[in-house]
């Protein structure tokens, strides 16, 4: 392709974390690059992430944080721009960052640092950024024959995507892509598909990334919520609702996967770190177990005090170990009152066994209007893991939560979109 005013080398739809990083890198191997976003604002996502101060990584960072059909795919990309390769760039910008828990690193001051960061970052690397620019539709186009063959519409904000693909066999190289949108109609040599998935809705996301991978024949794993609160039925419901506000450190499993962190019940269920970890891989119909005091055995612990303590109220003791509001809860479903010597110890055996071991059967989640990442996706087996090049598609690439690689809570999947942006970075 000549240049043009109206073309680039790279367009990158989507200006979120995986789209900035990879546009920066680009940029930086002098690149022309246009990076477009039907929304108002660059990057939501990280400005309203980790309470405003943004969980931009995780130092214990590694594949086994990671879901997808293939869990070698993310490999690759992991190794090439690691959490301290980014740790390195807060240090160029001087921001001040601090680990909270789990090796997960936050801004000291506020999320905006990152996004004003990455946009320095492509200010100097020469990228053009247009926000509120629709995208309209897609084509492959066949210059050598002059050629736009089945060209449809593609609107980025409805889903309808549809793009049609026009290959010229004997000159590759002159192939590019035609970009149709609000601001005019544009061409690349490279395509970079970094529009997110479903989740979170109201700051913007839309199927538009696997509407383009359908039509030029990428298989999508399908979508789910994932990171998300679970929801119950009735009964559970208002148990949780009578309960809103509180929270315990808890072991939550479902068949052999496990996560001991914060629960916290809502007016709508449950939710909190452990919850959201463990909906990634619940699957409706399957129950979930709840410990809520990890480090006792609580039939050892009752049996012990029936023994040592047997004038003391069952409240009391139990309130030791679980907030009073909970513990007066579980008394009072068990019916429990009074002294510890005076209870059965079958009775004592039931309340144990609904502290370390509550099943539960979720009858759904929040769904994506809640949840933090989008599971599923473009299927990897359709693209490169080192490039992220569509296997059977030219210079289409796909980077970011669109693809089928999911991280846990914690700053995983920032860390994921800055690997995954920084290996097409170098390549496009």
């Known amino acids: 392709m000549s240049p043009s005013p109206s073309s680039y080398d790279v367009i990158i739809i989507g200006a979120g974390a995986a789209g900035l990083m990879c546009a920066i890198e680009a940029g930086k191997r002098g690149r022309k690059v246009w990076l477009i976003d039907h929304s108002k604002k660059t990057a939501e996502k990280i400005r309203i992430s980790g309470g405003g101060r943004c969980n931009f990584t995780n130092i214990h960072t590694s594949p086994t944080n990671f879901l997808s059909q293939n869990k070698h795919f993310c490999k690759s990309a992991l190794s090439g721009y690691t959490p301290q390769d980014f740790i390195n760039l807060l240090t160029k910008h001087n921001i001040s960052y601090f680990e909270k828990t789990l090796g997960q690193l936050f801004c000291e001051d506020s999320a905006q640092n990152i996004i004003d960061m990455l946009l320095t970052e492509c200010r100097e690397a020469g990228v053009t950024i247009s926000m509120e620019t629709t995208v309209h539709s897609v084509s492959h186009v066949d210059v050598c024959n002059k050629n736009i063959t089945n060209c449809v519409q593609a609107t980025q904000t409805s889903g309808k995507a549809r793009v049609a693909v026009a290959r010229c066999h004997m000159h590759d ?13 544009y061409a690349c040599a490279s395509l970079v598909i970094a529009t997110g998935g479903l989740s979170i809705p109201k700051i913007g996301a839309t199927p538009f990334g696997y509407h383009i991978a359908e039509q030029f024949g990428l298989n999508i794993i399908k979508p789910r919520a994932g990171l998300v609160p ?13 309960l809103t506000g509180l929270s315990v450190n808890a072991r939550v499993s479902t068949g052999t996967t496990r996560f001991t962190e914060g629960m916290l019940f809502t007016h709508r269920g449950l939710s909190g770190p452990s919850i959201l970890q463990i909906s990634s891989y619940w699957t409706e119909g399957t129950p979930i177990h709840l410990n809520m005091v990890v480090d006792h055995d609580m039939w050892a612990f009752l049996k012990e005090r029936k023994h040592t303590t047997p004038k003391q109220d069952i409240l009391k003791i139990i309130a030791e170990l679980l907030p009073k509001r909970l513990a007066d809860t579980l008394c009072t479903e068990h019916r429990l009152t009074g002294r510890i010597a005076d209870l059965s110890d079958k009775k004592l055996i039931r309340l144990a066994t609904t502290i370390n071991n509550w099943t539960l059967h979720p009858c759904g989640t929040e769904g994506y209007r809640t949840a933090e990442v989008t599971l599923g996706g473009i299927d990897t087996a359709t693209l490169s893991s080192k490039t992220f090049e569509a296997k059977t598609q030219k210079n289409l690439y796909f980077i ?10 914690g700053g995983f999947n920032f860390q994921w979109a800055w690997a995954s942006g920084f290996a097409t970075g170098q390549v496009v």
Do not use: M, N, P, R
């Not at 190289?173 to 109609?185: A, V």
């Not at 119950?232 to 148990?239: L, P």
């Not at 970011?400 to 809570?409: A, F, N, Q, R, W």
């Open 400 to 409: 970011g939560e669109v693809i089928d690689v999911t991280g846990h809570l």
């Open 230 to 242: 679970l929801t119950f039925d009735t009964d559970i419901k208002e148990k949780c609702k009578a």
């Open 173 to 185: 190289e002159t192939d590019h892509y035609s970009i149709d949108t609000t601001k005019g109609t």
